[in-house]
């Protein structure tokens, strides 16, 4: 089976312009989560969405938008792109949400450069 | 005080060693612990979970959990060149609502090197 995908794999963006960044989960994985790792950090929780529905947002401004469609791919929206957003987008699928005991599997993520 | 804390790094061990990861957690109410290795360049690869206080073995790897210390652990046997990576300590916390809708919370991450 396919593991996650995400695309596009490198994006350079100018200061202003906006991103949309596109995750499709492992099939039969209805859980999607958008996570933001600076280089030399760990990854940063920024959305959940569950059922295309937010389960759970990070400490992110309102700059940062998700959904979720009805094939439980997702997108990951960006506006108004600064030079701290540049850094590596990674997309984790999960096949269920509420317990405790699931695992989170990451696509390869999208590396952003804003210049 | 961070959430997810790690052993400083980088980490240098000989080829055939134990290399030992650690990683404490600020918050009792976590449920889920989990390892992940990422290779320089690369995506986080899930390599270990455990919820259950004590030891869970896979392999050459060995995930322990002692939830009275706020502390999890990774063991490596018979470390190889290979296994020279970034890993990562993540813990599942609760949201406000007290259910857990998937936030995992990294700690920075250790640098392991297995040196021939």
């Known amino acids: 089976d396919a593991g996650v995908t995400q695309s596009p794999t490198h994006l350079i963006k100018t200061r202003g312009q906006h991103v949309t960044l596109r995750c499709s989960p492992i099939?039969?994985?209805?859980?999607v989560s958008w996570y933001q790792q600076v280089l030399g950090q760990g990854p940063q929780f920024i959305f959940q969405y569950y059922e295309k529905e937010e389960r759970g947002r990070g400490n992110f401004p309102d700059r940062f938008s998700a959904r979720q469609f009805p094939n439980y791919s997702s997108e990951l929206n960006v506006n108004a792109l600064l030079l701290g957003d540049s850094a590596l987008y990674l997309c984790a699928s999960s096949p269920t949400s509420g317990r405790a005991d699931y695992e989170q599997y990451f696509g390869p993520g999208t590396r952003l450069t804003v210049t | 005080q961070k959430e997810v804390e790690q052993n400083s790094g980088p980490l240098s061990v000989p080829e055939g060693a134990i290399a030992s990861l650690n990683c404490t957690y600020s918050?009792?109410?976590?449920?889920?612990f989990f390892w992940y290795r990422q290779y320089s360049g690369k995506s986080p690869e899930l390599i270990m979970f455990i919820y259950s206080n004590g030891d869970k073995e896979d392999g050459r790897f060995t995930a322990q959990l002692n939830k009275a210390s706020q502390y999890v652990s990774l063991l490596i046997r018979d470390s190889q060149p290979s296994d020279s990576a970034t890993y990562l300590c993540a813990v599942k916390v609760p949201n406000a609502g007290g259910t857990s809708y998937g936030k995992l919370t990294f700690g920075q991450g250790t640098i392991l090197t297995v040196h021939p």
């Open positions: 918050d009792r109410g976590s449920q889920s």
């Open positions: 099939s039969g994985h209805k859980s």
